[in-house]
């Protein structure tokens, strides 16, 4: 499941609450997915998939107009399908893909969040695997989301992950699956 391997890393100590280490992350998650999900995917896809990534700058969804994580969807998906600048069909799909996230993402106007926009990037992939790949990949595990007293952009109930919020004891909540 694709959240519940954002989460099990963005809780690794070196990960950051925001940065460029989220534009590497996205690609690596949904190839290692893909892999786990019977798609023929190699451990040298997943590596090419993360170091294209990190070659996404931090900042790029308001310098340049891109989420990192739209991009890293879009390395991810490229990737899958094998495109080049001379693919044609293999680089509409990425694209279409890296689009579909990016539209997504500017819904909402805020200010970054890395785990918003993770979420919803891997929420679309889900809904794009179904149409474009022989095997969907799954979203549906459970992100709590934690960090809102920590992420001064925090949008409140603008966000949809407003509603896990950690409140005291409250049970988690589990996110629909597609």
């Not at 280490?21 to 690609?27: D, I, K, S, V």
């Not at 739209?70 to 899958?80: E, R």
């Amino acid at each position: 499941d694709m959240l519940e391997l954002l989460v099990e890393i963005r809780n690794h100590q070196a990960i950051p609450m925001h940065g460029p280490e989220h534009h590497a992350m996205l690609p690596g998650i949904i190839l290692a997915v893909a892999k786990n999900s019977g798609l023929s995917v190699t451990r040298g896809d997943i590596l090419t998939g993360i170091e294209r990534g990190s070659k996404v700058p931090g900042g790029s969804c308001g310098f340049m107009g891109s989420c990192g994580a739209a991009t890293g969807v879009g390395i991810g998906f490229a990737v899958l399908f094998k495109a080049t600048p001379l693919t044609p069909l293999a680089r509409q799909k990425a694209q279409s893909a890296t689009a579909r996230v990016l539209t997504a993402i500017a819904g909402i106007p805020a200010g970054r969040c890395c785990q918003r926009e993770s979420y919803m990037a891997l929420q679309e992939v889900a809904k794009l695997s179904a149409e474009l790949l022989e095997q969907p990949l799954r979203a549906g595990g459970a992100l709590i989301c934690a960090q809102y007293g920590d992420n001064r952009e925090c949008v409140g109930r603008q966000c949809p992950l407003w509603a896990t919020r950690k409140q005291g004891a409250a049970a988690p909540v589990t996110l629909p699956m597609y």
